[in-house]
């Protein structure tokens, strides 16, 4: 997971999905009504998919697993659990089919003393608060109550092939980073472009957060990668 930024709506589609919570809220506000307004809003969910897709991280991938294409609108906090808050823009958010339907589905843990929610939501907060990515397994540690529930939720250590693909993803960071380093320039924009857009994410934030560790950062990426990545940073802003 990494931090995301939400864009604003245009007020169109504001007022539109404003008119949606109206309606449910005057047909009584439960599961049912809730399901079946959304169900019927294809052309908004359609113009939601849009900007969903267009700030996930990568080329369009999942926000919580942050591995396969994110082809579903989830509702953070379900319907089930929230109808009113059915078509809230801030309560959306792009998943693949196995995390919103087989991991997810209408779970959304609370603190049973607070019933404060328990899962990180990227568009909201930096996951980083929460959770530690280690490179060289590919396993998170949680750091917070709400670290521990979003990694069992979502299976993040469960899921072997997430594991196995983020320690392969720290693999193609570092020789990328190299590449690039050692590329001619009408080159390195393209491996630069390359690592922007990589499956796994989180491993290239977890990896440039390491510029402000330098003694660990040289331990885990080695002199040249470390090398490397400061360069990058100096020259694109995007890898600040």
């Known amino acids: 997971m990494i931090p995301l930024q939400r864009p604003r709506l245009q007020p ?5 999905l404003a008119r949606h919570t109206a309606a ?11 399901r079946a307004a959304w169900h019927k809003a294809v052309r908004q969910k359609a113009q939601l998919r849009l900007m969903l ?13 942050g591995d396969n294409l994110g082809t579903d609108i989830d509702h953070f906090e379900p319907i089930a659990q929230a109808p009113l808050r059915t078509f ?10 196995h995390c919103n339907s087989n991991q997810k589905r209408d779970r959304f843990p609370r ?6 929610q328990l899962l990180v939501d990227p568009s909201r907060e930096d996951p980083a608060d929460h959770l530690r990515l280690y490179l060289a397994s590919g396993d998170y540690d949680p750091l917070t109550p709400k670290g521990a529930a979003t990694i069992e939720v979502f299976g993040l250590n469960a899921r072997a092939e997430l594991v196995r693909g983020r320690r392969m993803m720290f693999t193609v ?13 009408a080159d390195a924009d393209e491996y630069a472009e390359a690592l922007r857009l990589l499956h796994h994410a989180d491993v290239l934030r977890a990896v440039l957060r390491l510029r402000g560790l330098p003694v660990l950062a040289e ?4 002199p040249d990668v470390l090398l490397a990545l400061h360069q990058l940073a100096r020259t694109d802003r995007r890898f600040r």
């Open 111 to 116: 603190d049973p003393d607070t019933g404060e």
């Open 24 to 34: 449910i809220r005057t047909a009584g506000p439960n599961t049912a009504t809730g």
């Open 12 to 16: 169109h589609l504001a007022a539109e």
């Open 219 to 222: 331990a885990v990426l080695g």
């Open 173 to 185: 960071v570092k020789a990328l980073l190299l590449t690039w380093h050692e590329a001619a320039p």
């Open 88 to 97: 809230d823009w801030q309560n959306h958010l792009l998943a693949c089919a």
């Open 53 to 65: 897709r267009q700030m996930a991280p990568g080329l369009e991938r999942c926000m919580y697993c």
